[in-house]
């Protein structure tokens, strides 16, 4: 097991759900398209620009391989066709630009989106992304591992969209692992990590790094 990321090394900090917005793979029950929204559930937010979300890049990614996916933009998300059959990895990433409020330092906000068609287990994350998470466990007492460069995260916080409707923040252990959930049904979830890093963008600077990392799963039943 990796040794967990210590808070200190890599400073967590999340805003309450019901304030932010966040960029979401959300496929369609057929998993033969899927659509991006940006939105603080798993549907479009009709008050919210799906303009701000046009950097977006998305893949699917299978074998360590990546295979580019074009998406249509349409009023309130983004629409991309989905090739292939059986479990798929869909993933994405935008740098949604500098942002900075009154005199807190200017920051560059990243959104690296995830979802996966079929069974949720078969998403492992990959060990070079910034930040991802992944389902693991087993149907009826799923976890999520979050993990920064192959790396789990310890003490991060999870904020998990249930089956039911229903918003739960947990914490992962030191192993990067979330408590154990029941239910089977889509989940939606986002966690984040601010990394003290300097650069520019779009003539911008920046002097750290939030990047948000969301994850979309449909679990099976137990026993399935």
Do not use: C
Request: aromatic share 6%; no cysteine; hydrophobic share 40%.
């Amino acid at each position: 097991m990796f040794r967990a990321l210590s808070v200190s090394a890599l400073a967590l900090s999340i805003v309450a759900v019901a304030q932010g917005h966040f960029a979401f793979i959300v496929p369609e029950k057929s998993g033969g398209t899927a659509q991006v929204v940006f939105s603080d559930d798993l549907g479009p937010d009709e008050n919210v620009p799906i303009e701000k979300l046009n950097g977006m890049k998305l893949h699917l990614r299978a074998d360590g391989k990546l295979t580019p996916l074009t998406w249509k933009a349409e009023k309130h998300s983004l629409v991309a066709t989905v090739s292939g059959s059986g479990n798929r990895v869909l993933v994405g990433h935008v740098d949604y630009g500098v942002m900075q409020k009154g005199d807190a330092k200017p920051y560059l906000l990243r959104y690296e989106p995830k979802a996966v068609i079929g069974d949720p287990f078969a998403g492992k994350a990959d060990e070079k992304a910034t930040l991802e998470v992944a389902a693991t466990g087993k149907a009826g007492e799923l976890k999520f591992v979050v993990t920064a460069a192959g790396k789990p995260v310890a003490e991060a916080e999870v904020n998990v969209m249930l089956p039911d409707g229903t918003k739960q923040k947990v914490k992962t252990n030191k192993e990067g692992t979330t408590p154990a959930f029941a239910a089977a049904g889509r989940y939606g979830l986002w966690t984040k990590i601010s990394e003290q890093t300097a650069g520019e963008l779009g003539g911008k600077k920046y002097e750290e790094v939030r990047t948000y990392a969301t994850l979309v799963i449909d679990a099976p039943a137990s026993g399935k």
